[in-house]
């Protein structure tokens, strides 16, 4: 009951970031649209990201997919990259391939939908797979991830995904468009 209650306070919150400790999260950079860059101590996780954009209303400045690509700063050094929900107009395989050459220690992280698109780096792809009754956690490059599954309603184009990342004695939770529909059909408390 107590982690059911915790699940949902973090999706009210959409993202909401914890310390358990006395060390502060060192860094978290809203980068554009839905992108951020997490980091704290050594280590960095970029989420929601790696896409060009959708549509003339929805796009990311190239300098910034630039960046990203050539795993330049502040993108170098990422050790995760967390994308939460299968559409694929929030991933660019060619983005994402591109960062994994350029960045030997990431990792990309996401549905199967979205793993499934990519080719030249499988052995550092983690597939989540979580269903309503068994969330699903594995630890990546010393960061833990629990992953919750929300299933799709008539109106909702896909699946939700809830992450909770735990990290030096942190806790962050991101959600796939959290929609109200979520909660009015009581799908958090179950």
Same mark, same amino acid.
């Not at 999706?11 to 959409?14: A, H, K």
């Given at each position: 009951m107590k982690k059911k209650a915790i699940i949902i306070f973090l999706? #009210? $919150? $959409?993202v909401t970031v914890t310390s358990y400790s006395q060390q502060k999260i060192s860094n978290v950079t809203y980068v554009d649209k839905t992108w951020f860059l997490i980091k704290t101590g050594d280590k960095k996780i &970029? /989420?929601?990201?790696?896409f060009k954009g959708i549509d003339d209303n929805y796009k990311f400045k190239?300098? @910034?997919q630039e960046k990203f690509t050539k795993a330049q700063a502040p993108f170098d050094g990422i050790d995760l990259i #967390? @994308? !939460?929900h299968p559409l694929g107009g929030h991933i660019s395989t060619s983005m994402v391939e591109q960062h994994l050459q350029n960045n030997l220690k990431a990792i990309f992280a996401s549905t199967e939908e979205n793993v499934n698109m990519l080719n030249n780096f499988p052995d550092r792809y983690v597939i989540f797979n979580p269903t309503k009754d068994n969330p699903v956690s594995? @630890? /990546?490059n010393d960061i833990t991830i629990e992953a919750f599954y929300f299933p799709k309603s008539t109106e909702a184009q896909f699946s939700k995904y809830g992450f909770v990342v735990l990290l030096d004695g942190k806790t962050l &939770?991101? !959600?796939s468009h959290f929609e109200k529909e979520i909660y009015d059909k009581g799908i958090a408390d179950k």
């Open positions: 999706m #009210l $919150c $959409c &970029f /989420i929601d990201a790696a190239h300098e @910034v #967390l @994308v !939460t594995k @630890v /990546i &939770f991101q !959600t």
